[in-house]
C-alpha cells in the first residue's frame, strides 16, 4: 500500500527522536514513508514536499524539527493536511526552544504539537491511527488492541519494586 503518513524532519539528527514515530507507524501497521527535509537548508523542497503530498495520497504529515524549528508550521502553510509537530530535544535549551516555535502557530495556520521528545514522536504515531481510524477501520482497531494491552501490563505489574 502507498504511504498514508508522511515522516519529515529537518535534519538527520533529529532520527533518533523520529524513529519513534516511525517504529509506532508500524507496530500499527500504517503505511509511512520518511524523509529529511529542512526548512531552512531545502526550503524548495519543503514547498514541494508539502505542495504534492495531498496528491500523492497522503493523508497527514508529521513534521519533526529542533532548535528555531519552523519545519512543521512553514509545511502547514503550503498544504490542507493536517500537521502533527514533534519538538525535537535540543542540545542548548532541552527542547523548549523546538516546543515554543512549533506550538505557537498564529491564527490561521494550525499545527497539532505534541510532547517533546521520545513521549511527542510516540504520540504524533497514535495520533496519526486516530485520526486516520475513521477512514481505515483497521488502524482503529490497531489503536484500540494497542491501548488494551498498554493497560493490562500496568494491571499486571503493580509491584514497582519487581522487574
Ligand atoms: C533543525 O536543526 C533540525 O530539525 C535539527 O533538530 C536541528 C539541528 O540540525 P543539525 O545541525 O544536527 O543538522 O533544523
Given at each position: 500500500?502507498?504511504?498514508?503518513?508522511g515522516?519529515?524532519?529537518?535534519?538527520?539528527?533529529?532520527?533518533?527522536?523520529?524513529?519513534?514515530?516511525?517504529?509506532?507507524?508500524?507496530?500499527?501497521?500504517?503505511?509511512?514513508?520518511?524523509?529529511?527535509?529542512?526548512?531552512h537548508?531545502?526550503?524548495?523542497?519543503?514547498?514541494?514536499?508539502?505542495?504534492?503530498?495531498?496528491?500523492?495520497?497522503?493523508?497527514?504529515?508529521?513534521?519533526?524539527?529542533?532548535?528555531?524549528?519552523?519545519?512543521?508550521?512553514?509545511?502547514?502553510?503550503?498544504?490542507?493536511?493536517?500537521?502533527?509537530?514533534?519538538?525535537?530535544?535540543?542540545?542548548m535549551?532541552?527542547?523548549?526552544?523546538?516546543?515554543?516555535?512549533?506550538?505557537?502557530?498564529p491564527?490561521?495556520?494550525?499545527?497539532?504539537?505534541?510532547?517533546?521528545?521520545?513521549?511527542?514522536?510516540?504520540?504524533?504515531?497514535?495520533?496519526?491511527?486516530?485520526?486516520?481510524?475513521?477512514?481505515?477501520?483497521?488502524?482503529?482497531?490497531?489503536?484500540k488492541?494497542?491501548?488494551?494491552?498498554?493497560?493490562?501490563?500496568?494491571?499486571?505489574?503493580?509491584?514497582?519494586?519487581?522487574?
Amino acid at each position: 500500500m502507498s504511504p498514508l503518513v508522511g515522516v519529515i524532519m529537518g535534519s538527520k539528527s533529529d532520527w533518533p527522536t523520529m524513529s519513534h514515530t516511525a517504529e509506532t507507524l508500524e507496530k500499527l501497521g500504517i503505511p509511512h514513508e520518511v524523509t529529511v527535509v529542512s526548512a531552512h537548508r531545502t526550503p524548495d523542497l519543503l514547498f514541494s514536499y508539502a505542495e504534492q503530498a495531498e496528491s500523492r495520497g497522503l493523508r497527514l504529515i508529521i513534521a519533526g524539527a529542533g532548535g528555531a524549528a519552523h519545519l512543521p508550521g512553514m509545511c502547514a502553510a503550503k498544504t490542507h493536511l493536517p500537521v502533527l509537530g514533534v519538538p525535537v530535544q535540543s542540545s542548548m535549551l532541552s527542547g523548549v526552544d523546538s516546543m515554543l516555535s512549533i506550538v505557537q502557530m498564529p491564527a490561521g495556520i494550525p499545527v497539532a504539537t505534541l510532547a517533546i521528545g521520545k513521549a511527542g514522536a510516540i504520540n504524533a504515531g497514535l495520533l496519526a491511527a486516530s485520526i486516520l481510524g475513521h477512514e481505515f477501520p483497521d488502524y482503529h482497531v490497531a489503536l484500540k488492541a494497542f491501548r488494551e494491552q498498554q493497560t493490562q501490563t500496568v494491571l499486571d505489574n503493580p509491584d514497582p519494586r519487581l522487574p
